[in-house]
């Protein structure tokens, strides 16, 4: 028997760069596939939501203003310190999951080449969603995407780790901050992938990160007003309706995805026209 | 004058009565405010409490680069906050710059706004570095302007030199000016006073040379209004009364930003010198952001989802 008493891991929030614990206080119990306890996350409440988006609000304008090259730049680098803490991530999915130790391998690897995928979209997805129109004038026109302001999100239960960063990866890589709410059964890929964010030059408030219940957090993201857009591919297809009722009151759009593409990027940017006149 | 018979005007009855008082326990006052910050304010309270400090608003723009367009879309806000609610009370006064009080007075009077007074801030605000003359000049062109009420500075550099008597004469002399006309705030920059044992002085120096509002700051130096300091306004204020049967106001300025800090505010109030000050005639409250957040709190309990600063007017 060994002497020294174990360290346990407190998997908390992650809010504004910094790991609170939910106002709340409560937290929940996640067991492994064989049904051992694991952890105690926070289970998250509606106003750990609106802290979220306090600072995802503040975070937008650097982060928009930010070239599209730099964001590329911190993309790639958190790919970078997700490699570096690969065996943590292949134990904690085997761990929840159940999965064999060649699907975890294979999950994470995907993770990584698809945060190295989306860092490349950054500076090319206003070539594939903008245009240069036509117009009938001595005007040249635009079409500019441009990022839409705070998202929030949901991630799917599984896989828990490249489920959560198809979703959150493409709503920051056109310059939108992000709220998620990472799965519930495993938890925690995403709080230890938080743990990676705040090594990434990742601007604080970019990424925000609750635990809790679907039912609980999502009907308070539907309707926050300072929420410009949801994305609900986590949530089950028959809770749908209802969210996007919710939804309404301030035009959010609401959309769900089933893969990796680069319309989920375009769904979370707005289309800007602009006019300049021909010089002679 | 009398000044409520506690001093007779000259140096050495000032001394004795600003020696007699009992110093602030540091510890024992930063504990209490933290304590009373941890109050729970329940829904029914709460929506009456934003009320209330939105009622208590002094709506300020100190800027530099204020525009006449800038303080007529303020007064604007000042007089009904939240166009699409009618309900919302209008703030306690309009702060602005002494040149822009014309501006705001007329500008009010024709929007119906004429029962939202103007506080205008003087002698030489924010530094308080100028001679009496120009202090009292100051002081006169706003209150020719339409100004209600005056927020002066006092002299740091007098006080911390321990010269009283020249901070007390030019409270005396400020009031003068003022008459019946105006109300009379005196800023007391504690963040630059250093000590808690300053402010108390400081707070009965200004009380008996006849300030009807006693204020923590002038918003453009950091600390400004904490907790704490606000206490022990609050206390000597509490103090003056048993002592005079004269009611004098309090009010904070500067780090006020959201609700919970609001709420935080008039529970000090409410729990120091009791219900009869949680009026905006006695309590109030100097800030520009807080109205916002006010309104969003408000239209959170209304409607019941979270509201966005999209939603209510920028300035």
């Known amino acids: ?103 975890a391998e294979k999950e994470v690897t995907d993770s990584v080449d698809r945060l190295v995928w989306y860092a ?26 441009e990022s839409m302001g705070v998202v929030a999100a949901i991630a799917p239960e599984t896989p828990s780790l490249l489920g959560f960063i198809d979703v959150v990866a493409p709503i920051i890589t056109s310059g939108n901050t992000v709220v998620v709410l990472a799965s519930t059964k495993a938890p925690l890929s995403a709080m230890t992938f938080a743990e990676v964010l705040a090594t990434s030059d990742l601007p604080h408030g970019v990424i925000n990160i609750l635990t809790g219940k679907k039912e609980e957090i999502a009907p308070w993201m539907a309707s926050h007003m300072d929420i410009d857009a949801l994305d609900i591919s986590g949530l089950p297809a028959k809770q749908h309706g209802p969210i996007k009722f919710a939804g309404a009151e301030n035009l959010k759009r609401i959309h769900s995805f089933k893969s990796a593409d680069p319309g989920r990027i375009i769904a979370f940017m707005e289309a800007k026209t602009v006019w300049h006149p021909i010089g002679l | 004058m009398s000044f409520y018979g506690l001093v007779d005007g000259s140096d050495a009855s000032l001394k004795s009565y600003l020696n007699n008082l009992s110093g602030v326990d540091q510890v024992g006052a930063e504990a209490r405010a933290a304590m009373l910050a941890t ?82 801030v003087s002698t030489a605000f924010p530094s308080g570095r100028a001679s009496m003359a120009v202090k009292i000049q100051d002081t006169q062109d706003a209150i020719d302007a339409g100004a209600a009420e005056i927020d002066m500075v006092i002299d740091r550099g007098a006080f911390l030199a321990g010269r009283y008597i020249d901070v007390f004469n030019e409270i005396v002399q400020i009031k003068q000016v003022c008459g019946d006309k105006a109300h009379l705030k005196v800023i007391f920059e504690t963040g630059e006073l250093v000590t808690y044992d300053n402010v108390r002085k400081a707070s009965f120096l200004a009380m008996a040379a006849g300030a009807d509002f006693i204020k923590t700051s002038t918003g453009k130096v950091a600390p400004a209004a904490t907790a704490p300091v606000v206490l022990v306004m609050l206390e000597a204020v509490r103090d003056f009364y048993e002592m005079t049967s004269t009611r004098i106001g309090v009010k904070p300025a500067g780090g006020i930003r959201n609700t919970k800090d609001a709420i935080k505010q008039l529970v000090l109030v409410n729990e120091t010198v009791g219900p009869d000050w949680l009026n905006p005639k006695l309590f109030r409250i100097g800030a520009s952001a807080l109205l916002n957040d006010l309104l969003m709190q408000r239209m959170k309990m209304d409607e019941g989802y979270y509201s966005s600063p999209q939603y209510v007017t920028m300035d």
Not at chain 1, 5 to 10: A, E, L, P, Q, R
Not at chain 1, 34 to 39: P, T, W
Not at chain 2, 40 to 64: C, F, H, N, Q
Not at chain 2, 83 to 93: E, F, I, L, M, Q
């Open chain 1, 1 to 103: 028997m060994s002497n020294r008493i174990d360290v346990k891991k407190t998997y908390k929030l992650y809010i504004n760069g910094a790991f609170p614990r939910t106002e709340s206080g409560r937290t929940y119990e996640v067991k492994s596939a064989k049904g051992v306890f694991v952890a105690n996350p926070c289970l998250a409440s509606r106003k750990d939501l609106r802290d979220a988006v306090v600072a995802a609000r503040a975070a937008h304008s650097g982060w928009n203003k930010a070239t599209a090259y730099n964001r590329g730049q911190i993309l790639y680098r958190i790919a970078e310190m997700l490699e570096g803490r690969r065996a943590q991530f292949v134990d904690e999915i085997m761990q929840l999951t159940g999965v064999t130790k060649v699907k």
């Open chain 1, 120 to 145: 490349g979209w950054t500076d090319k997805i206003a070539s594939l969603a903008g245009s240069t129109n036509p117009v009938a004038g001595p005007f040249y026109n635009f079409t500019i995407p």
């Open chain 2, 39 to 120: 109050r729970s304010i329940k829904t029914s309270s709460k929506r009456w409490a934003i009320d209330t400090a939105i009622t208590m608003v002094d709506l300020t723009t100190l800027e530099g680069a204020d525009t006449p367009g800038k303080v007529k879309a303020l007064c604007t806000k000042a007089v009904r906050p939240d166009p699409t609610d009618s309900t919302v009370p209008s703030v306690g006064a309009v702060c602005v710059y002494n040149d822009m009080v014309s501006v705001a007075r007329t500008h009010l009077d024709l929007i119906g706004g004429q029962h939202v007074p103007v506080a205008a």
